[in-house]
T-cell receptor
Framework: SAVISQKPSRDICQRGTSLTIQCQVD?????MFWYRQQPGQSLTLIAT?????????ESGFVIDKFPISRPNLTFSTLTVSNMSPEDSSIYLC???????????FGPGTRLLVL | AQSVTQPDIHITVSEGASLELRCNYS??????LFWYVQSPGQGLQLLLK??????LVQGIKGFEAEFKRSQSSFNLRKPSVHWSDAAEYFC???????????FGAGTILRVKS
């Protein structure tokens, strides 16, 4: 099975700063997704990242706050901008391999904003 | 709109005992259903999925789940729990050719020896 990695695995940031999270897959995938898991909560989809097009954001999430890049079929980044303590969460990427209609998750990035 | 309900926030079972985690979904068409497990400090691992066909599906680590359309349920079961099964379990619903997974709130499983 494919390996999905995320960098950084965890970080502690100051409010007002930005953090870029990377998601790398060792094989080409059509669909990549970014989720947020707030402390003690379930997962919420932030956006879908398609190669060669703008990301599609879910209600409540905006591009200015969570810009996403998808430069190729194996890589995506999510930036959390102008962070506040409310952004403290686990951020997970997932991928859907062509034809499987199943999402596989990376290990997550644990973010604490002070 | 799709929704998933996991009515049990916490469940505690003794090691070696059987387990059933409940999941109810709301979806207009035939759902794609998933169970994931998240161990502390880890990402989500897929346990099993149901798209169509046999309503009893087998997954990894000895887990199985049964799709019951009449009850809109997709409960997860294991006949004998091991201490390493202690984790949080998430049920999720999606759609054919869809992108979005909707997750339940999760059930935290504790295993006592």
């Amino acid at each position: 099975s494919a390996v999905i990695s995320q960098k950084p695995s965890r970080d502690i940031c100051q409010r007002g700063t930005s953090l870029t999270i990377q998601c790398q897959v060792d094989s080409q995938v059509t669909m990549m997704f970014w989720y947020r898991q707030q402390p003690g909560q379930s997962l919420t989809l932030i956006a879908t990242a398609n190669q060669g097009s703008e990301a599609t954001y879910e209600s409540g999430f905006v591009i200015d706050k969570f810009p996403i890049s998808r430069p190729n079929l194996t890589f995506s980044t999510l930036t959390v901008s102008n962070m506040s303590p409310e952004d403290s969460s686990i951020y997970l990427c997932s991928v859907d391999f062509r034809g499987q209609e199943t999402q596989y998750f990376g290990p997550g990035t644990r973010l604490l904003v002070l | 709109a799709q929704s998933v309900t996991q009515p049990d926030i916490h469940i505690t079972v003794s090691e070696g005992a059987s387990l059933e985690l409940r999941c109810n979904y709301s979806y207009g068409a035939t759902p794609y259903l998933f169970w994931y497990v998240q161990s502390p400090g880890q990402g989500l691992q897929l346990l099993l999925k149901y798209f169509s066909g046999d309503t009893l599906v087998q997954g990894i680590k000895g887990f199985e789940a049964e799709f019951k359309r009449s009850q809109s349920s997709f409960n997860l079961r294991k006949p004998s729990v091991h201490w390493s099964d202690a984790a949080e379990y998430f049920c999720a619903v999606g759609a054919k050719n869809g992108n979005k997974l909707v997750f339940g709130a999760g059930t935290i499983l504790r295993v006592k020896s």
